[in-house]
């Protein structure tokens, strides 16, 4: 073959080697920079999340009561988001029985809603006494249930 | 599906984008077809014979481990799997063409297509069978154990030795390289253990020089791993193996605790085994001369020398597929795959392949911090770190920048093992992070969630059992029921013997007043509001 096609030919297929590699790189930048709620941790938007909740948190829930079980009696003030178990990592640690190590996690959504997610728990997590299977928005109105715990929260 | 399956309202976190992986996917499997076409197109001037089938046979299987990946892992990540198919593919590629090189020539390329239809095969299984991957949480010392003897196998008698190198096992007929599975298992029980002590290995210990010091107690497993890895390094007579192995241990415990100590003192204790071999090990001292001063024996490291010359010749742009001549260094097509990429791709080439293993490495540590899980952080981080250092030992090592090992270069070298155990590192990282990019509240995959919910421990009424057979009492009415009969019996089904030592109680009985109230929690009890 003649020695320009191929010298084409070599160059053309480095170029779609590069192309590849280019590619990859604007979908791991997109997907990096795409407006993250606060769950996921990104860091560039927490701050707005935090300037925003003052004014939108009134009439919002801003702590955890536990009414019955253990460690009843106790208030904890919210945070954005954090897990419940019974593994010393939990923000919230049940020491109980019938909790996993990782239970369940709260986490508040960018409109302010508090979703409830169980963990792959054994026991399962309750909200009005029914197991739930997916991420369950709750309000003030609701009791949660973790193995002998109730709690709810509190404006 | 849409390139934004969220549903509207729904928090966002990360997007599924399977069209962009399709595309890549295709993108990535093109470039290895042209590898192999344009390597008949440079040498014989025209497309080969078989190309049809070559082409049915290389899509056909990308597209099914696509569809079988996506259709389980909805929200794996999108990079991972193009990425690894294009890594296949020029290897796949350049073993072909060393293959035209010998009269008549070899069919290594198909031997290794079959491996890589094994691995995928193994990959799908493994993303089918592990519904919840924390289950494997829970037996991290068993896996330790299963780890540690799959790394020392080759020292029994079903080892054998192998260019210097007692890595191998023979079974069946088959040669077999342990350590590359050992890779997953190791990884897998530190995440299982790490997730677990943690805490008391980042906290507790004497500070010296500002450094927080392990408790002698909590240098037992780093000890193990110690003597693992010399063992290895004096028995087995190989660097890589042995690197690699101490260095994904220390570097968990560094993800872990996040305590530079624990870095310096591996590092000390790599340095400290390192020196000893250099002072006691002939082959050792052979490896590194001839990382330092190849050309002071052109006979003994005729392998390395030959591999810069390859490079040489293949200087930016390299001399187009087919159109070197990789097959002057021995174990060109495994251990020196990097060299023959390097003389025919040329350095751009090689840049733009070791860029892609950095993407797999990038998008594992990736899912690693996204991950809310501590057990599922660390497995993401080991495998991508433990795949990081091998690339970087061999890679390295053929280059020059380092002493040369003998490991495997992932998906890319001739190698039934290697293949197989990095496909299933990437299946695990395609698992966790379906779990790390999963949004927060997800419609569709409630069905998935409760055949989770399934294999747990479900309180069974025994009275609800004989009237409704099939219907167990966790479900609302059957718990109102029960309030109503307290003579009902109930049954636990233990799952996991940690989870149900007590008696159960109804779920609305009032607290056991025996019980003292325990504050174990980390937050500050408020006052007044």
Same mark, same amino acid.
């Given at each position: 073959?003649?020695?320009?096609?191929?010298?084409?030919?070599?160059?053309?297929?480095?170029?779609?080697?590069?192309?590849?590699?280019?590619?990859?790189?604007?979908?791991?930048?997109?997907?990096?920079?795409?407006?993250?709620?606060?769950?996921? %941790?990104?860091?560039?938007?927490?701050?707005?999340?935090?300037?925003?909740?003052?004014?939108?948190?009134?009439?919002?829930?801003?702590?955890?009561?536990?009414?019955?079980?253990?460690?009843?009696?106790?208030?904890?003030?919210?945070?954005?988001?954090?897990?419940?178990?019974?593994?010393?990592?939990?923000?919230?640690?049940?020491?109980?029985?019938?909790?996993?190590?990782?239970?369940?996690?709260?986490?508040?959504?960018? %409109? %302010?809603?508090?979703?409830?997610?169980?963990?792959?728990?054994?026991?399962?997590?309750?909200?009005?006494?029914?197991?739930?299977?997916?991420?369950?928005?709750?309000?003030?109105?609701?009791?949660?249930?973790?193995?002998?715990?109730?709690?709810?929260?509190?404006? | 599906?849409?390139?934004?399956?969220?549903?509207?309202?729904?928090?966002?976190?990360?997007?599924?984008?399977?069209?962009?992986?399709?595309?890549?996917?295709?993108?990535?499997?093109?470039?290895?077809?042209?590898? !192999?076409?344009?390597?008949?197109?440079?040498?014989?001037?025209?497309?080969?014979?078989?190309?049809?089938?070559?082409?049915?046979?290389?899509?056909?299987?990308?597209?099914?481990?696509?569809?079988?990946?996506?259709?389980?892992?909805?929200?794996?990540?999108?990079?991972?799997?193009?990425?690894?198919?294009?890594?296949?593919?020029?290897?796949?590629?350049?073993?072909?063409?060393?293959?035209?090189?010998?009269?008549?020539?070899?069919?290594?390329?198909?031997?290794?297509?079959?491996?890589?239809?094994?691995?995928?095969?193994?990959?799908?299984?493994?993303?089918?069978?592990?519904?919840?991957?924390?289950?494997?949480?829970?037996?991290?010392?068993?896996?330790?154990?299963?780890?540690?003897?799959?790394?020392?196998?080759?020292?029994?008698?079903?080892?054998?030795?192998?260019?210097?190198?007692?890595?191998?096992?023979?079974?069946?007929?088959? *040669?077999?390289?342990?350590?590359?599975?050992?890779?997953?298992?190791?990884?897998?029980?530190?995440?299982?253990?790490?997730?677990?002590?943690?805490?008391?290995?980042?906290?507790?210990?004497?500070?010296?020089?500002?450094?927080?010091?392990?408790?002698?107690?909590?240098?037992?497993?780093?000890?193990?791993?110690?003597?693992?890895?010399?063992?290895?390094?004096?028995?087995?007579?190989?660097?890589?193996? *042995?690197?690699?192995?101490?260095?994904?241990?220390?570097?968990?415990?560094?993800?872990?605790?996040?305590?530079? *100590?624990?870095?310096?003192?591996?590092?000390?204790?790599?340095?400290?085994?390192?020196?000893?071999?250099?002072?006691?090990?002939? !082959?050792?001292?052979?490896?590194?001369?001839?990382?330092?001063?190849?050309?002071?024996? !052109?006979?003994?490291? !005729?392998?390395?020398?030959?591999?810069?010359?390859?490079?040489?010749?293949?200087?930016?742009?390299?001399?187009?597929?087919?159109?070197?001549?990789?097959?002057?260094?021995?174990?060109?097509?495994?251990?020196?795959?990097?060299?023959?990429?390097?003389?025919?791709?040329?350095?751009?080439?090689?840049?733009?392949?070791?860029?892609?293993?950095?993407?797999?490495?990038?998008?594992?540590?990736?899912?690693?911090?996204?991950?809310?899980?501590?057990?599922?952080?660390?497995?993401?981080?080991?495998?991508?770190?433990?795949?990081?250092?091998?690339?970087?030992?061999?890679?390295?090592?053929?280059?020059?920048?380092?002493?040369?090992?003998?490991?495997?270069?992932?998906?890319?070298?001739?190698?039934?093992?290697?293949?197989?155990?990095?496909?299933?590192?990437?299946?695990?990282?395609?698992?966790?992070?379906?779990?790390?990019?999963?949004?927060?509240?997800?419609?569709?995959?409630?069905?998935?969630?409760?055949?989770?919910?399934?294999?747990?421990?479900?309180?069974?009424?025994?009275?609800?059992?004989?009237?409704?057979?099939?219907?167990?009492?966790?479900?609302?009415?059957?718990?109102?029921?029960?309030?109503?009969?307290? *003579?009902?019996?109930?049954?636990?089904?233990?799952?996991?013997?940690?989870?149900?030592?007590?008696?159960?109680?109804?779920?609305?009985?009032?607290?056991?007043?025996?019980?003292?109230?325990?504050?174990?929690?980390?937050?500050?009890?408020?006052?007044?509001?």
């Amino acid at each position: 073959m003649a020695d320009l096609i191929v010298t084409l030919l070599k160059v053309a297929f480095l170029a779609v080697l590069w192309l590849f590699v280019l590619i990859v790189a604007n979908v791991i930048r997109t997907d990096l920079f795409r407006p993250e709620p606060a769950t996921s %941790g990104g860091r560039a938007t927490k701050p707005a999340v935090t300037a925003r909740s003052g004014r939108q948190r009134r009439g919002q829930p801003r702590v955890l009561a536990i009414d019955n079980g253990p460690q009843a009696g106790t208030r904890l003030a919210l945070v954005d988001e954090f897990r419940i178990g019974r593994a010393p990592d939990c923000a919230l640690i049940l020491d109980d029985d019938y909790v996993s190590g990782d239970h369940a996690s709260l986490a508040r959504r960018a %409109g %302010g809603e508090w979703v409830l997610t169980d963990l792959g728990s054994t026991n399962g997590t309750f909200v009005n006494e029914v197991r739930v299977t997916s991420p369950t928005v709750v309000t003030t109105a609701d009791s949660l249930r973790i193995g002998r715990t109730q709690m709810r929260l509190e404006t | 599906m849409s390139a934004t399956a969220v549903s509207t309202g729904d928090a966002v976190v990360h997007r599924r984008r399977p069209v962009i992986g399709l595309l890549l996917l295709v993108l990535a499997q093109v470039i290895g077809a042209a590898g !192999y076409v344009l390597t008949h197109l440079d040498i014989d001037g025209r497309l080969p014979s078989g190309w049809p089938v070559v082409f049915l046979a290389w899509f056909g299987v990308g597209l099914a481990t696509y569809v079988l990946v996506r259709w389980r892992l909805p929200h794996a990540d999108p990079v991972l799997l193009p990425a690894t198919f294009l890594l296949v593919g020029v290897g796949l590629g350049m073993i072909h063409r060393i293959d035209l090189i010998a009269e008549p020539a070899r069919h290594d390329a198909e031997t290794q297509f079959v491996w890589l239809l094994l691995g995928i095969v193994t990959a799908v299984a493994l993303v089918f069978l592990v519904k919840d991957y924390r289950l494997l949480r829970r037996f991290p010392y068993v896996l330790f154990l299963a780890g540690l003897v799959l790394l020392l196998l080759p020292l029994s008698p079903l080892g054998v030795e192998l260019n210097g190198s007692r890595i191998w096992i023979r079974l069946l007929g088959y *040669s077999f390289q342990p350590a590359e599975v050992a890779k997953l298992v190791l990884s897998l029980a530190f995440a299982g253990y790490l997730a677990d002590t943690k805490d008391v290995l980042a906290m507790a210990g004497p500070r010296v020089l500002g450094f927080t010091l392990p408790r002698a107690r909590d240098l037992g497993p780093i000890a193990v791993m110690w003597v693992a890895s010399l063992l290895v390094l004096i028995y087995q007579k190989d660097l890589g193996t *042995s690197m690699l192995f101490f260095g994904l241990f220390v570097a968990m415990v560094y993800v872990a605790t996040g305590r530079g *100590s624990w870095v310096v003192l591996g590092a000390l204790l790599f340095a400290a085994g390192g020196w000893f071999a250099y002072q006691k090990f002939a !082959y050792v001292g052979v490896r590194v001369s001839s990382w330092l001063h190849p050309f002071s024996d !052109y006979d003994k490291n !005729y392998q390395v020398i030959q591999a810069q010359f390859g490079f040489a010749y293949g200087g930016l742009l390299g001399r187009g597929w087919g159109l070197g001549r990789p097959g002057l260094t021995p174990l060109a097509k495994s251990d020196f795959i990097t060299a023959a990429i390097g003389e025919e791709l040329g350095i751009v080439g090689l840049v733009a392949v070791i860029l892609v293993y950095g993407i797999i490495v990038a998008r594992g540590l990736r899912t690693a911090l996204s991950c809310t899980q501590p057990f599922g952080k660390l497995l993401s981080a080991g495998l991508s770190l433990v795949f990081a250092l091998q690339v970087f030992a061999i890679i390295g090592g053929v280059t020059r920048l380092l002493p040369l090992t003998g490991l495997t270069t992932p998906f890319m070298s001739q190698g039934g093992s290697s293949m197989v155990a990095n496909w299933l590192v990437v299946a695990v990282m395609l698992v966790v992070s379906n779990d790390a990019r999963r949004p927060a509240v997800v419609r569709e995959s409630e069905a998935d969630v409760a055949s989770l919910s399934a294999d747990a421990t479900q309180v069974i009424s025994v009275p609800q059992l004989r009237r409704s057979a099939p219907r167990t009492a966790a479900t609302p009415s059957a718990v109102e029921e029960e309030q109503g009969a307290p *003579s009902a019996q109930t049954v636990v089904v233990p799952e996991d013997e940690m989870e149900a030592t007590a008696p159960f109680r109804l779920p609305d009985a009032p607290p056991n007043p025996s019980q003292p109230p325990q504050q174990s929690q980390r937050f500050q009890p408020e006052e007044g509001q």
